[in-house]
């Protein structure tokens, strides 16, 4: 269980940093 909390914390960072840098590196080519 715990390392099911630990994966699904993980993946949920992995996204939220994927994301933050999509949306920079958007904004940088459209700047």
């Known amino acids: ?3 099911l909390h630990f994966g699904w914390r993980w993946h949920f960072v992995w996204r939220w940093h994927v994301g933050w ?6 904004q940088n ?3």
Do not use: Q, Y
């Open 29 to 31: 080519v459209v700047g």
């Open 21 to 26: 840098r999509w949306r920079r590196g958007w």
């Open 1 to 3: 269980m715990i390392g």
